[in-house]
């Protein structure tokens, strides 16, 4: 048992035992999540069409040369295992915020169009406007702020009801994704390659071109949502009782949005929108974690979890590869039916 | 003990839209003393109490808080000494009791602090007053209505704070449970001089209770002051338009409303109701 910090004089006191008990299996489930994302993070520097040990793999990250293994695991697995991690992170915390924010498991951005919009706006730059991947990468970050901001203006009228944003949201998505669908049917093959990327997320392809930008949005959103994590939380008790607790509810919401919305959309840039993955991560954390606290480093770990081990899976599991997106959408499909059925026999509205 | 803080409301508008709820209305809480605030439906009773908890900025006029301008505090400082419990509040899925009636400190904690000795004390208490200690370990989820308002006021007590406003917190309970949780706020008041601002809809129970009663009507203060000179036949037809004899409660003493409605009423020949 854990000794209980707080008033010695007092006798036993079963609320702070509660406390003291829940916040040690809280750590010891974050402890247990990172372990599994290094290790399969370790595991996929190592396993390929070559296996290198792990005495390899450390020599290459220490920059040694390495014959053969310097290059398949300097420039292919590690960037792209890195790239699974930060990804499955932002899409993680991404999804959470809003899921928390919004107090309904199908708000996450994937289903309200937000991922959806940089998928068009990258799809659109590849093969109507022919530019580079930098730009891709910019038109898909300004795509996804833009339609987020479009959401939030036709949801809203005295106020955002989260009901109504998530129809809406989801009626953008299904728009711009038939933009998608119509700019691939009239894509030249050699562009199909890289704009197919845009439909489910791959981390084919992945360099350290598409890490760092990616690393620099975690640094910088990653700890200002951290830092609102708190009011949200309070914020899932109605707006008002936030408030009296002492949360600036407006502000909150301002900044968990736009920061979210970031992480998102740099994430989309880099990988694609991995499906359902930001949609996932919220509940699977809430399962495991229990309700009442902060989810956004629990979903963190269980994102990057979620696209490494679907990473590979899609890679080796099967006769062709698969790029991530296709197993985490199988994965996801299943659970967004369940999410919609149970609503249903509960009679509640979404 | 708190009777120090004074909550003052001054020539208050209030509305929604281009719809005013609130016109221009005064009131001065007496500190260390229970008020209720009574009023037909859509009277605005429950905007004025969102405004006098800086939940709705006024239009004009303003509420001053020990003399401050309610609108102009810092959230989290207002938070320390006026709580509040909304109407519905709605528990996270999953909280257990314990948790919920925890977050009842937030604004006493600093970004990165611990949880201290003092928060886990005040959280005790609140469980204890509210006879809800032995939940704590509970799903809130799995509590029963009764159970449920009693956890949300452990939150508010959990809070400290020496104002507590409560929207109406007797709504869904039976009988013996709202006399339980204004039980419970008398205690409160007694016990710690909270002063104690609450919406109520039963005129007899906010007679019995109110040592100072407001009564609002289409917007507009209609009176102040002690139940038994507040609360009399003509004030209920004006207030509600509804006729009624107005008798000292035999437990009490304090006015009981009996409704006089177009049945059941013996021989008396109910007068027209003028509104």
Known sequence: ?350 | MTDAHSLVVEGITLGYGDRTVIDDLDLVVPPGRITAIVGANACGKSTLLRAMSRLLAPRGGQVLLDGKALHRLPTKEVARTLGLLPQSPVAPEGIVVGDLVSRGRSPHQRIMARWSAEDSAAVSEALRMTDTLELADRAVDELSGGQRQRVWIAMALAQQTDVLLLDEPTTFLDVSHQVDVLDLLTDLNRDRGTTIVMVLHDLNLAARYADHLVTVRAGKLHAAGDPGEVLTAEAVREVFGMNCQVVPDAVSGKPLVIPIGRHHVGDLTPAPVEV
Do not use: H, K
């Not at chain 1, 209980?4 to 006191?13: I, L």
């Not at chain 1, 502000?251 to 949005?257: A, D, K, N």
């Open chain 1, 1 to 350: 048992m854990t000794t209980t910090v707080g008033a010695p004089a007092r006798e036993v006191d079963p609320v702070a035992r509660g406390r003291a008990r829940r916040t040690a299996r809280r750590a010891g489930v974050i402890a247990v999540l990172a372990v599994l994302v290094v290790g399969v993070y370790a595991l996929s520097l190592m396993v390929g069409n070559t296996f290198y040990g792990p005495g390899e793999v450390i020599d290459v990250i220490r920059g040694e040369i390495v014959p053969g293994a310097s290059f398949t695991v300097g420039e292919l697995r590690l960037p792209r295992a890195s790239l699974a991690v930060l990804a499955g992170a932002a899409f993680g915390i991404g999804g959470v915020t809003f899921q928390t924010m919004l107090r309904n498991p199908l708000a996450a951005p994937d289903i309200i169009g937000i991922s959806s919009g940089a998928s068009a706006a990258a799809v659109l730059g590849i093969v109507v406007l022919e530019v580079g991947e930098g730009t891709v990468s910019l038109l898909a970050i300004s795509a996804a702020l833009a339609t987020a901001v479009l959401i939030y203006l036709l949801a809203f009228r005295d106020g955002v009801v989260g009901t109504r944003l998530i129809l809406i949201g989801i009626g953008v998505a299904a728009m711009l994704d038939s933009v998608v669908s119509y700019i691939m049917l009239r894509a030249a093959v050699w562009d199909l390659q890289t704009a197919m990327r845009w439909l489910t997320g791959s981390l084919n392809n992945a360099s350290w071109e598409q890490v760092t930008p990616l690393l620099l949005a975690m640094l910088v959103a990653g700890p200002v949502l951290l830092g609102q994590s708190r009011g949200l939380v309070l914020m899932q008790q109605g707006d008002d009782s936030a408030s009296a607790l002492g949360v600036r509810v407006e502000r909150t919401r301002l900044v968990s949005i736009v920061a979210a919305v970031a992480l998102i959309a740099f994430a989309t840039a880099a990988a694609g929108p991995i499906a359902f993955v930001a949609f996932l991560s919220g509940p699977i954390a809430a399962r495991i974690i229990g309700g009442g606290t902060s989810l956004m480093i629990p979903a963190a770990l269980v994102g990057s979890l979620l696209v490494l081990s679907a990473d590979l899976l899609g890679q080796f599991a099967f006769e062709n590869r698969y790029p991530v997106g296709v197993i985490t959408g199988a994965l996801g499909a299943p659970y967004l039916v369940y999410l919609l059925i149970r609503t249903n026999r509960s009679g509640g509205s979404l």
